[in-house]
């Protein structure tokens, strides 16, 4: 097909007909007959032996249905396979504030409330671990270990360490270098939309539930295994999600306790969160302290990056491991630097744990690098545009640490940015508290190897097309408000040359669709949209052969394009879509047709199955390069970014406003840039959040949320949102759907910095401690002045 | 008791202390959302008398006799309001659990500014959360949808 | 998060409801305005009563006139109200937000109950600490030591009115009375004004000046939703550069507004140098405590800087 008629056209979302009429249905709008509410009785230590529980009053008050305990269903899970650390219900241990520790079902959330009060918990109260610093220690005398299943000591959870090159040396020869220490709070996903679970058990012993979940692949693995059955005996509805971000992301402890009680009373079980709970629950950004440093010679070519990175992990792994080495190994682009150091270590504590947040692992570091590439330009008397731009990766690089850079729009990025802000002119010239900042980023389409290191595909799409002359698209894909099942309908529109009233795509349902890991590490587009698109081959395969057959000529000349059927070689020929379908199918039933996605082997010189079986301690070579944890960061391409930002900063109060912001992405190819630019406008907005008023605050030094709700917890209003300009830019990465890479975590990262770096323009400061609070403003005014 | 909702008449045996946000959706009107349950961001907002309000914070009891608006009372799928089909031609909504909210809001602001600004819109709607658009995309429906009316 | 139950009742007149109040006052009883402050505090269970008396029935509450406000009308509904002194529509905006806004009430908002991180907070959240004297605690979590509550005062309308010199008017068990608003709020957290048991907020009202000059300024985090961090509320008489009047209050830095005097500038001019001095003795008046958002001493310190900005805005200054 040559030119395009439905990707690459903004495209309104093929759901949103339903959401902007309230007819769509989240998982709390759900009702099924005789369903109870559950709740969760949770821990009000950090730290603590449980020593009883007494349950009979709770069991016997009327309208209760169901009691559960940790004891109940001790199957231990988590999101990655190697970290199995939550159970439904703690264990003989509370390891956080707000860890559940039973949980009721009754008739109404009065009685069950009333329920959660009758139940009597004997604890013994252990020694807290809060801080990293003090996580890093050696257990003092009587301080029992918070997670004694993991092997690392103490209260670590992880190190990692990875080197290339002579960094040593490198600083040595540097012209300018320059390091900083830098500190960020933990962040939240906050979705408008609570965690909502329903839990249903049928009478043949199967186990549906319905969840507001990012990954129903992975909670559907976790159900099983927690309840061991087989996988096929676990079903997992994923009704509208009201956004993730990261945070629906992992199988959750409600979601395993709605199973249980609906297990034990025999009725579906309702779950909703309080926002409360979503805040103790967390699975948020790490709280990290960053120490960096960063050389360039003369000409500001940089020469060596030097990364150690401490973050607290809270209670559980989650994706932690995987934290830890994103922290170091996605800081090696969008730039050549030929030496790096890397140390990141992950820290249990007793706090709320932490997880995955839109764009995971990366945020904090990419924050620390750009702010210091800046002091470079700064030092060496450099534009810092121009520095950036001189040591941007060229598009077919490898980076030192073995990622494999394709496509790469970066330059183009920059120099959009820097043209539509006015930076040439304007940069330096402003009046005093007024300045333009800038930042860039670098993000993964989805990892390449998967988190269960198995032989299985990332991504499935079925077709199914049939003499109504409908497309149906099945995947588990999860359409969580990112626009993912209108990509696939685009994809598949235009992959079979219809309109896209045709196609009905199906992705909330694990018995009819096939499986998809699911919406996290920004891969969806990817991966789904590569398995839909070769999906549609298969079909139009079929569709030709049919008009080949009617028409008498040779299946090879038929192209599909506006709902028709056409021979090339003599258009004159041409059949409409539906008598091609009717033909193709008569003697056979309705036309299937799949695809998959598998990422590529990014190390060519292994075979496949030993990459994947292959474990990185006892092998040491797994993609990419064969370096411990070489495989982290890998990804089938990358997106690059460049914001600026313009910044208000009142000297006097220090209130930092952000009135526009510039941002260039490197989408590869934008197949519906309606939903790109809203990713990245989305992106602005949270990570501003980040930058200047987010913060997960805790109380004198306690494991105790301060500001567990949306009052306390600041995110930004309409009134304080900056007017952003979008600039798509378009690489054609040559393995993406359509040429299409990332567009939904990576345009998160420029922001932090180019607001950062922006401060400084305007007042000349340096703001290396997150979020960027007046107070905090003003008191680095005043070292200055 | 009985309230108006959308113009008809439904009748509702109460607790004292039920919240207009819980009958709402015990009666099957679940496009009204909970999101917060403390007045803090908007999705529960329906108009009473022409008013955007918080449903999580008004006694059922003290919207009886008064005409209450929901979502679903803006427009069908088969029978878009113009601002419902902005929203969703423009990319105003994503996840959509902010959108009842902020179409409550907007087309609530829209009949007492017909002409409004940027800045009028973003302080109209600054009640409402969204924390996936990062409101630009709200704004100009509701900036659209004013154009739209202006014309007719 | 579910109320409690408790029984509503909805008289339609005042003495009705004064009436009601006094029936099951031992029992306990609140009224409702707009529920905006009452309602999310029941739900996280503080100071919930079995009986709620809704005043919004009553007709004559919801009057407005030019100086003389009915407790429950609407901020929303004031907005649209002409002539309204400028100072209070710059409070009345900077109020939580819009969708507060159509239903919370100016009586609401001056009888506000006051903030606190160990107070405003679930029950759950609570159990983890122990309560504190303002949840009939055995002690102050902000200043262990203290034997009162130091919660703070968060209502944007109460230092502008305080500084316009409104009167309010209440009937109650005893009948009616009138008090300045500049005597009714007591050095306390928890019992904070000078409100008797079943006493009802009906009007509020000012001496209509159409000479004076009016004027908020409020410290917040972000631009929607965030109870004030710091608020000045200023009248002003500037008769030819001459101060004919100036009242300044304070809010939010403490569990009341705090008044700046300013006596002794009457009949100056508002000179540069006065409104330093002006800005000094503010500063030096307030003792912020650590139970809201933002540090104490980056509050206390925004003091000068923001009583200098509003009055020179208020002088003409641009
Ligand atoms: C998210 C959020 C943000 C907020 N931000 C702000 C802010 O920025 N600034 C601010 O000032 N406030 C803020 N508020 C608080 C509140 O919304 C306002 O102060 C509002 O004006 C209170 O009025 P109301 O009518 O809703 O009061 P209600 O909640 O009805 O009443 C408050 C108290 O006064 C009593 N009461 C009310 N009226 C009478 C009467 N006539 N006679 C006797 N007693 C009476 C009630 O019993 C209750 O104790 C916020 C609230 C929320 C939920
Ligand atoms: S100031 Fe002290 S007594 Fe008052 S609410 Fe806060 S902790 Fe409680
Ligand atoms: S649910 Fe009502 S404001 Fe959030
Ligand atoms: S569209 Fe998701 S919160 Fe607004």
């Not at chain 1, 260039?664 to 630019?677: K, L, S, W």
């Not at chain 2, 994503?94 to 907007?106: D, E, K, W, Y």
Request: glycine share 10%; aromatic share 6%.
């Amino acid at each position: 097909m040559t030119s395009k008629e439905i990707v690459g056209k903004s495209t309104p979302l093929v759901d949103g007909a339903e959401k902007v009429t309230g007819e769509a249905v989240y998982t709390d709008d759900i009702t099924l007959p005789g369903l109870l509410v559950g709740r969760i009785l949770r821990s009000p230590h950090e730290h603590a032996q449980i020593e009883s529980i007494r349950v009979v009053d709770a069991s016997n008050l009327l309208g209760v249905h169901a009691v559960a305990v940790g004891a109940d269903a001790p199957i231990r899970f988590g999101v990655l396979p190697m970290t199995k650390d939550e159970t439904a219900l703690a264990v003989d241990k509370v390891v956080y504030l707000g860890d559940g520790i039973a949980a009721v079902a009754a008739d109404t959330e009065a009685i069950a409330l009333e329920a959660l009060s009758l139940i009597k918990v004997k604890t013994k109260v252990l020694p807290p671990v809060l801080r990293m610093d003090e996580a890093l220690k050696p257990l003092k005398d009587g301080v029992e270990k918070i997670q004694p299943m993991h092997s690392y000591p103490g209260s670590r959870f992880k190190e990692v360490k990875q080197s290339f090159g002579d960094v040593e040396e490198a600083f040595r020869d540097a012209r300018s270098s320059v390091k900083g220490s830098f500190r960020f709070q933990g962040v939240t996903h906050a979705p408008t939309e609570p965690h909502a679970t329903i839990a249903h058990w049928s009478a043949q012993g199967r186990l549906t539930v319905w969840s507001a979940t990012q990954v129903p692949h992975y909670l559907q693995r976790s159900l099983a295994e927690v309840f061991e059955l087989p996988m096929h005996k676990v079903r997992v509805i994923r009704p509208y999600v009201g956004g993730g971000f990261g945070g629906k992301s992992d199988p959750f402890p409600h979601e395993m306790v709605a199973a249980l009680l609906a297990k034990k009373s025999g009725r579906p079980v309702k779950i909703l969160f309080d926002r409360e709970e979503l805040f103790i629950t967390n699975h948020g950004r790490h709280p990290t302290k960053t120490e960096m440093a960063l050389s360039a010679d003369a000409l500001g070519n940089l020469t060596a990056l030097q990364i150690d990175a401490l973050i607290d992990g809270g209670a559980w792994g989650s994706f932690g491991v995987i934290t830890s080495y994103y922290n170091g190994a996605l800081s090696m682009g969008p730039y050549k630097i030929p030496s790096f150091d890397y140390r990141g270590r992950r820290v249990t504590t007793n706090k709320p744990p932490s997880g995955a947040m839109r764009g995971h692992g990366a945020v904090n570091s990419r924050y620390a690098l750009e702010t210091l590439l800046d002091e470079i330009a700064e030092d060496l008397g450099m534009d810092p545009c121009a520095i950036r731009l001189q040591n941007a990766w060229q598009p077919h690089s490898l980076t030192p640490n073995g990622l494999r850079i394709t496509s790469c729009g970066i330059r183009e990025c920059i120099e959009v940015v820097r043209e539509a802000s006015g930076w040439d002119e304007r940069r330096g010239n402003l009046p005093f508290g007024k300045g333009l900042g800038i930042g860039c980023g670098f993000y993964i389409s989805g990892s390449a190897l998967p988190i269960h290191w198995e032989r299985m595909p990332q991504s499935t799409v079925h077709l199914k097309v049939d003499f109504d002359g409908g497309v149906t698209v099945h995947s588990l894909a999860a359409e969580i408000g990112q626009g993912s099942d209108t990509v696939l309908a685009q994809c598949v529109a235009e992959g079979l040359g219809v309109g896209l009233n045709r196609i009905r795509v199906y992705t909330k349902n694990s018995d009819t669709s096939p499986i998809d890991l699911g919406s996290y590490s920004s891969r969806v587009t990817f991966m789904a949209g590569n398995a839909a698109i070769r999906a549609a081959e298969k079909v139009a395969q079929q569709i030709v052969a049919g008009a080949a057959r009617l028409t008498g000529q040779p299946a090879s000349g038929f192209v599909l394009e506006g709902e028709e059927v056409i021979y090339a070689p003599n258009p004159t020929i041409r059949l409409s879509f539906v008598d091609a379908v009717r033909e193709a199918l008569f003697d056979s039933g309705a036309l299937h047709g799949k695809g998959h996605y598998q990422a590529p082997n990014l190390n060519p010189d292994l075979p496949r199955v030993e990459i994947l079986r292959g474990k990185e301690s006892e092998k040491g070579a797994v993609m990419g390069g064969t370096h411990k944890g070489a495989a982290a960061g890998l990804s089938p391409s990358y997106s690059m970014s460049a914001y600026i930002a313009e910044v208000d900063v009142d000297p006097e109060t220090g209130i930092v406003k952000v009135p526009k912001v510039w941002a260039a992405h490197d989408c590869g190819f934008a197949i519906n840039p309606i939903a790109v630019e809203g990713q990245i406008e989305g992106c602005v907005h949270m990570g501003m959040g980040q930058a200047l008023t987010e913060s997960f605050d805790y109380n004198r030094g306690s494991g105790r949320i301060e500001n567990a709700n949306l009052l306390d917890y600041k995110i930004i209003p309409s009134t304080d949102a900056p007017e952003v300009e979008v600039f798509l830019v378009e690489s054609n990465d040559p393995e993406g759907p359509y040429g299409a890479k990332e567009a939904g975590e990576g345009p998160l990262l420029p922001i932090l910095p180019a607001i950062g770096n922006g401060i400084h323009d305007a007042v000349g400061i340096r703001m290396r401690h997150l979020p960027i609070t007046p107070d905090k403003v003003l008191a680095a005014l005043d070292k200055k002045r | 008791m009985t309230l108006s909702i959308n113009g008809a008449q439904k009748t509702v045996a109460l607790a004292p202390h039920a919240l207009l946000l819980d009958t709402l959706r015990s009666l099957g009107l679940t496009g009204t959302k909970r999101g917060c349950d403390m007045g803090t961001c908007g999705c529960c907002a329906v108009q009473v008398d022409g008013l955007p309000v918080l449903s999580c914070l008004l006694l059922t009891k003290e919207a009886a006799g008064k005409e209450i608006s929901t979502i679903e009372g803006l427009g069908t799928p088969n029978n878009l309001a113009p601002l419902q089909r902005l929203f969703w031609e423009v990319g105003g909504s994503q996840c959509g659990f902010c959108t009842p909210g902020f179409l409550i809001t907007a087309d609530a602001f829209l009949r007492s500014n017909p002409d409004p600004t940027d800045q009028e819109i973003r302080e109209a709607i600054s009640g409402n959360l969204c924390r996936c658009t990062g409101y630009t995309k709200i704004i100009k429906a509701i900036r659209l949808s004013a154009k739209e009316r202006a014309k007719e | 998060m579910i109320l409690p139950p408790f029984l509503l009742h909805r008289p339609t007149t005042v003495d009705e409801a004064v009436d009601l109040a006094a029936l099951h006052q031992e029992e306990g009883v609140s009224f409702l305005a707009g529920g905006t402050d009452l309602l999310p505090n029941w739900k996280n269970r503080l100071n919930n009563q079995p009986h709620l008396i809704s005043l919004q029935s009553i007709p004559s509450l919801h009057d407005v006139e030019s100086g003389k406000i009915g407790a429950l009308a609407t901020l929303h509904s004031l907005l649209g109200f002409s002539p309204l002194p400028q100072g209070l529509r710059e409070a009345i905006e900077v109020v939580a937000s819009p969708l507060i806004r159509t239903t919370a009430t100016i009586g609401g908002n001056l009888l506000l109950d006051t903030r606190c991180h160990f107070f405003n907070q679930s029950p759950f959240w609570r159990a983890t600490v122990g309560s504190c004297l303002k949840a009939e605690g055995p002690v102050c979590r902000v200043v262990p030591g203290a034997n009162s509550c130091v919660a703070t005062f968060s209502s944007d309308l109460a230092p502008l009115l305080m500084a316009m010199d409104a009167t309010l008017s209440f009937v109650g068990p005893q009948g009616e009375r009138s008090l300045p608003l500049r005597t009714f709020y007591q050095q306390d957290g928890i019992r904070r004004m000078v409100l008797k048991p079943g006493e009802i907020l009906t009007t509020i009202s000012w001496h209509d000046d159409p000479t004076l000059l009016t004027g908020y300024a409020k410290l917040r985090i972000r631009e929607a939703w965030d109870f004030p961090l710091l608020g000045v509320g200023c009248a002003m008489g500037l008769c030819e550069g001459y101060l004919s009047n100036l009242s300044l209050f304070l809010g939010a830095v403490d569990s009341i507004p705090i008044e700046v005097p300013t006596e002794s500038f009457l009949g100056e001019p508002l000179t540069d140098e006065a409104i330093e001095v002006i800005a000094k003795s503010a500063y030096a008046r307030v003792k912020p405590m650590k139970n809201v958002g933002l540090t104490p001493s980056y509050r206390k310190r925004m003091v000068p800087v923001f009583v200098r900005r509003l009055l020179m805005r208020l002088r003409g200054d641009h």
